[in-house]
């Protein structure tokens, strides 16, 4: 943030320039966000949709009903789990495939260190549904993955197996979408560390282990929690690949709210679930920062 | 500094490496396999991509794509320069919040949201209701590079120009605006991207009228994996790949994401 003096008199200006970006996201992002939030509270249509906000006898039609309905079965918090779940075991995989790449691009001559940079980012700018379509054919039956490990599998006298349509295709498409989420702010971490502090360790006899222990990883928490962030919430609320890769196993609690909407086409639920998916991500993530927090403290 | 690499770490992140362009490898070289399935390497063919090119839904559907990702892109180009600009000189509050808030919320929300906003203005979706998402979010991404951008701009050559009698607009127009035009192409250059990629807003904002690229090819690989769609794929990779080298000459910054 800048700190850049306000001059006086210049509350047209501001208002001149910051004016049309402020009033287009109030209009296109603020106010539908609002709208869903009284949504969640209202009745849903006959046909879909929404019932009026006011009945015909003048009174409002609002419930709470719809956020009853959420913890009323044990259904939808296990869907939340399972996708917490998936999302978590995405970030830790992508942290650990993560850290040697961030960490090699930190530590290697400068003049490469753009184009490696580049490389990791080249496939995350390829559309993501090409990405998922890409898993579709290497795990698809036909391909020498699935027939390699059946063949193996047979030798010992287990049933052939499926890898597309599964829990396992949705964490592989899942780490492979968001991988270069986490080695991007790793990086960024990573490259600003002092290398002697290292040499230091060294000098007082730390062997590798020790100095990345307690050197490295407690300076890289902060790269670690936002990587973390950055792969764990797009990872909590996603549809697609579990719609495609996932099978009727690997549903998660995007499929549902995608249903409740353009099936079900019931608007208060669905907002209550894409509520309680932003609010849960939110403050998960929240929840992490503060426990990355006294660590950094102690390095 | 090089000292010596352990040999695991560089095998693990070659390895990864591996991970990431091996996928796309087999996607690009089987829209040239003259097979119907993805299996097996038969024999070379362009035959894909004449049938792609045959193909009018597709057609259509790169056609709205590109007009989508035009007009998304200079408009939020426009009204993301202002915020970023905005960002940068002003104390402001809300704004702030409103930039960074589509990109940090999981997508779903804002399609849905969006979803049910257009339906309540009985803003009948298709084209229209694409692009005006589509707007929506690239505004933060445009406004985080022009920030940036100008946070590295040296804030007294504005004053210089002022003290040699430019009005501020004169200021803006020959200092301020030349200096920040990388961050601005940079950022466009990114909407544009982003905005073609787009799957999860389009897919609640479309309806069942429009149709775009991503939306086309989603539709074909639910049904079934065909090498169609491996060209498809190929010409889009393509694409990206040209634009992201075009954005990283003018802003190397780009690559950064030191925000």
Known sequence: MSDAPQQPGSAREKWFVAGPPLAYLIVFFAIPTLLMVVASFRVAGEFGGLAPLRSESGAWNLTLTNYGRFFETSLYLELFAKSFVYALVTTVLCLALAYPVAWLIAHSPKKYRDLLLLLVILPFWSNFLIRVYAWMIILGPEWALARALNTLLGLVGIAPVTLMFSPFAVIVVLVYVHLPF??????????????????????????????????????????????????????????????????????????????QFLESRDWPFGSVLSIVLTVSALVLTGLAALAARPRRSAA | ??????????????????????????????????????????????????????????????????????????????????????????????????????????????????LMFFVMLNLSLGLVSITLSHI?????????????????????????????????LEAFRYVTFPLILPGVIAGSLMAFTLSIDDFVITFFTAGAAASTLPLQIYSMVKIAVTPEVNAISTLLLLLTLLLITVAARIAPGLLRMND
């Open chain 2, 1 to 114: 500094m090089n000292r010596t690499v352990p040999a695991w770490l560089w095998t693990s992140a070659l390895a990864a490496y591996l991970f990431l362009y091996l996928p796309l490898l087999v996607v690009v070289v089987f829209s040239f396999n003259d097979s119907k399935l993805n299996a097996e390497w038969v024999g070379f063919t362009t035959a894909w991509y004449s049938k792609l090119f045959r193909n009018g839904e597709m057609l259509m559907a790169a056609r709205n794509s590109l007009l989508i990702a035009l007009v998304a892109s200079i408009v939020s180009t426009f009204l993301g320069t202002m915020a970023g600009f905005a960002l940068h000189k002003y104390r402001m509050r809300v704004l702030p919040v409103l930039v960074v808030a589509p990109i940090a919320i999981p997508e779903i929300l804002m399609g849905v949201a969006l």
């Open chain 1, 182 to 259: 986490m080695v991007l702010p790793l990086y960024a971490n990573l490259e600003k560390h002092d290398p002697t502090l290292l040499d230091a360790a060294r000098d007082l006899g730390a062997h590798a282990w020790q100095r990345f222990r307690h050197i490295t990883w407690p300076l890289s928490l902060p790269g670690v929690f936002a990587g973390s962030a950055l792969v764990f919430i797009p990872a909590f609320g996603i549809f697609a690949v579990p719609d495609l890769v996932g099978g009727t196993d690997g549903i998660m609690i995007g499929n549902v709210i995608k249903q």
């Open chain 2, 136 to 168: 929506a979010f690239c505004i933060g991404y445009v406004a985080l590079v022009v920030r940036a951008r100008l946070s590295g701009m040296d804030e007294s050559l504005v004053e210089a120009a002022r003290d040699c009698g430019a009005t501020p």
